[in-house]
């Protein structure tokens, strides 16, 4: 089997995720670092592997862990063993603590925060036609940021005081250009930091999850001041990292279709449509770290060998030809039926899943209808992926945003 080299600097990840589909049902990659593993590239596949019993988040049945191959200071150490939490165990302990987290996130609790969605994305709105008209703004450091970061620090009762610090670790937390010698370091801080959050909540309680977290633990639920602390930073980490990249992607996916970007501000194709092909064509999250086969498995026609590493490429899989037709490679806001699994599948899907969709379902229309103009202050070409193997992230993402509505012509 040939091994596929992700590129730790993401400047082709649509060639990268065809070669990754060419190669089969089952690839075998190498991650930065040097690292070795097995990507699941198609859709039927990946979903059989999600529900597999035989796949599992204990990282004591990889044999390069348990060989001593994985250093402490490899730049995604973070992703592959980031401490105990509902991400990296299973059964009865995954349910134990997922349940207070899933809890919190139904549809019904999420929409019970879509009025204070609606009046963040308002305020970023005013902000962004207080700038100097005509001039190129980032529109991911401007607007695709701060709703997302914003709203998951409400709900987890994070202060905003600590996003600048946050930003700046969660920067070299995700990327694959983190010396070596700053990972310990940083993931030490990380810790800190959540620790800090943590403890504060524990003296002065409030109605956020992470308060609520704390109360399980005092009344029986049995959290340990470990899992409270790495639920706190899983949720945060996720619950705006794959926003930001869904709300530049589909401005970007816009911009770059305009006679689907006129039907959608005509209101002939609905945002809901929007959004879910987006996940599906530039998922926000590229590749999901790490699983480990607890024996052989047939994958296709090739085989998972018992005690090795496994990715989920959801890049490449979002385009598979025998899941979406001839057509999964195009960008089709009307494509129905469209059963991706950008937000994961089985017991580890993602528990924000509607929240995510809630922000992006009420942001994005909400920027079109003030700036119907915008547009793109680069060609497409020129946008930049961040150096990130688990996320589709682009550095910035330089816009005009043309006159407001109702603004001076």
């Known amino acids: 089997m040939t091994r596929i080299a992700l590129d730790p600097f993401v400047r082709d990840l649509d060639g990268e995720s065809a070669a990754l589909r060419a190669a089969g049902p089952l690839a075998e990659v190498e991650l930065p ?47 592959a063993n980031p401490g105990r939490s ?78 600048p610090r946050l930003k700046e670790l969660f920067e070299k937390f995700f990327s694959t250009q983190t010396p070596p010698e700053e990972v310990p370091q940083m993931m030490a801080d990380l810790g800190a930091l959540f620790t800090k959050i943590v403890n504060a909540k524990r003296t002065n309680p409030g109605d956020d999850l992470t308060s609520a977290l704390i109360a399980a633990s005092e009344n029986g639920d049995h959290l340990t001041d470990e899992e409270i602390v790495n639920t706190l930073q899983l949720i945060i980490a996720a619950g705006h990292e794959t926003t930001i990249s869904l709300i530049v992607n589909v401005v970007e996916a816009l911009q770059t279709h305009p006679e689907q970007r006129k039907k959608v501000l005509n209101g002939e194709i609905g945002w809901d449509g929007v959004i879910e092909e987006t996940l599906r064509w530039n998922t926000p999250t590229s590749h999901v770290l790490i699983r480990f086969a607890t024996e052989d498995i047939e994958v296709g026609d090739k085989v998972l060998p018992k005690g090795e590493g496994l990715i989920i490429s959801f890049g490449a899989l979002g385009r598979d030809e025998e899941q979406y037709g001839p057509t999964a490679g195009d960008f089709d806001a009307t494509r129905t039926p469209n059963r991706h699994i950008a937000f994961g599948h089985g017991p580890h899907v993602c ?17 079109y209808e003030r700036f119907p103009e915008l547009d793109l202050a680069v060609p497409a070409s020129d946008l930049r992926n961040k150096p990130i193997v688990t996320q589709n992230d682009l550095h910035e993402l330089p816009v005009k945003l043309g006159c407001p509505f109702g603004g001076d012509a």
């Open 33 to 79: 670092g040097g690292v070795h593993v097995y990507a699941v590239t198609r859709h039927a596949e990946a979903r059989a592997l999600l529900t597999d019993s035989r796949v599992v988040k204990d990282i004591d049945v990889w044999n390069a862990w348990r060989r001593g191959e994985i250093p402490m200071d490899w730049p995604l150490i973070g992703l």
């Open 86 to 163: 509902m991400l990296t165990v299973d059964g009865a302990d995954h349910r134990r603590l997922r349940t207070l987290v899933a809890q919190a996130l139904t549809v019904k609790r999420v929409e019970r925060l879509r009025a204070g969605i609606e009046a963040l994305t308002n305020a970023s709105l005013e902000k962004l036609a207080a700038l100097p008209a005509g001039e190129p703004v980032d529109l991911k450091a401007e607007f695709a940021y701060p709703l997302p970061m914003n709203v998951i620090s409400e709900l987890m009762g994070v202060d905003a005081a600590d996003h």
């Open 351 to 367: 528990p924000g899943a509607a929240l995510s969709r809630l922000e992006a379902g009420i942001a994005l229309p909400a920027l």
